[in-house]
């Protein structure tokens, strides 16, 4: 090619282009968020609703509540999004990584709930029931009423705060059966139930689609209840907790304004809207 041939000249321009849109295009803040499956959906809407991002964008991931609070002390995300409390060695790792202790922010509350297939006639159970099927003592519907049928069991993955949070309030830290099958997600595991009529499995109550979610009670003799607003506002539900954001220092800044919202009413309205219960 010769040296000044309008060949050269296109390329020349093409270039001084690029550099010139690449120079003027606005920079954008990020703001990663990385943990519990069961809290993506909450997380995605209100990133996708949250009316302050003309210069922001967010990263959703989860992997469980353990992925996101490791990612939190090695420093790879800004917030954790974790269905269950922090634990103190987590804590301690911590202070070790970043001479912080970690920041907790109660952002929602979930009522846990048990759900079976909509065609199993069994609609409710006390937990020593449900410890007792997952943990391998019960394994036949006709045990508790249902039908002649192997019981299916369906759980989360152990790096789920679902899961630890099931495992500790429910089984009493005992063992889930060997016969559970562990799914990596809340909509894996649903998906799961609303195809075998006689599975059984747990979740966020925000996941409660085409499946059935079962009453419970603490005792036989006690009131069956159902994982409804009410019920887990007022205590009266078993198996209810919160559902929490972490950062490794008091938030500040733009995060800062993010969680606000979060906690504000509007962001709290979103938390009905998905099928979580607000903090207050």
Known sequence: MLPHSPMKHIVLYALLLTNTVLLAAPTRERITIKGSDTMVILV???TEVYPNKKKLEFQITGGGSGTGIAALINGTTDICASSRPIKKDEVQQLIDKSGYRGMEIRVARDGLSVYVNRSNPISRLTIDQ???IFTGQITNWKS???????????????NSGTYEFFKEHVLNKQDFSSAAQHMAGTAALINAISKDPFSIGYG????AKNVKAIAIAKAASEKYVLPEE??????????SRFLYFYTRKPPEGTIKKFIDWVISPPGQKVV???GYYPIK
């Open 44 to 46: 995605q809407r209100w």
């Open 130 to 132: 449900i410890k007792q």
């Open 144 to 158: 508790i009423g249902g039908p002649d049928k192997k019981i299916i069991l369906y759980s989360r993955e152990n």
């Open 204 to 207: 966020g109550a925000a996941y």
């Open 230 to 239: 009410q019920s887990i506002l007022n205590g009266d539900y078993p198996i």
């Open 272 to 274: 009905r809207e998905v």
